[in-house]
Nanobody, 125 residues
Framework: QVQLAESGGGFVQTGGSLTLSCAVS????????VAWFRQAPGKDREFVGG????????NYGAAAKGRFTVSRGSAKNTVDLQMNILMPEDTARYYC??????????????????WGQGIPVTVSS
């Protein structure tokens, strides 16, 4: 059973930066993609961005474009989410998810079979 674990969350001031990391317990044996989602209290889970396991095909949600970057991390079997110019509306629990069988990081949550527990990010005004 593949396991995902997020790290790097916490508190940051408006305008600041934060990098989240998603560690995948074992490298996928087939075409795969990793995506980041977030969920604020009382709201639906929202697609932030994703990338193919091979580091290609970046895809971003509207809120992330121009501010966030998803990339393969420097640590083994990790995918990072670099977040810049953070705003209070970015406050949410952030989840990483693994899609197997496709290289495309689609925005639809149903495509992802494996999920991390999530990690909170709070942006203070």
């Amino acid at each position: 059973q593949v396991q995902l674990a997020e790290s790097g969350g916490g508190f940051v001031q408006t305008g600041g930066s934060l990098t989240l990391s998603c560690a995948v317990s074992e490298p996928p044996l087939t075409d795969s993609a990793v995506a980041w989602f977030r969920q604020a209290p009382g709201k639906d889970r929202e697609f932030v961005g994703g990338i193919s396991w091979n580091g290609e095909n970046p895809n971003y949600g509207a809120a992330a474009k121009g501010r966030f970057t998803v990339s393969r991390g420097s640590a083994k079997n990790t995918v990072d989410l670099q977040m810049n110019i953070l705003m209070p509306e970015d406050t949410a629990r952030y989840y990483c998810a693994l899609r197997v069988g496709s290289l495309w990081p689609t925005p639809g949550t149903i495509a992802y079979a494996y999920w991390g527990q999530g990690i909170p990010v709070t942006v203070s005004s």
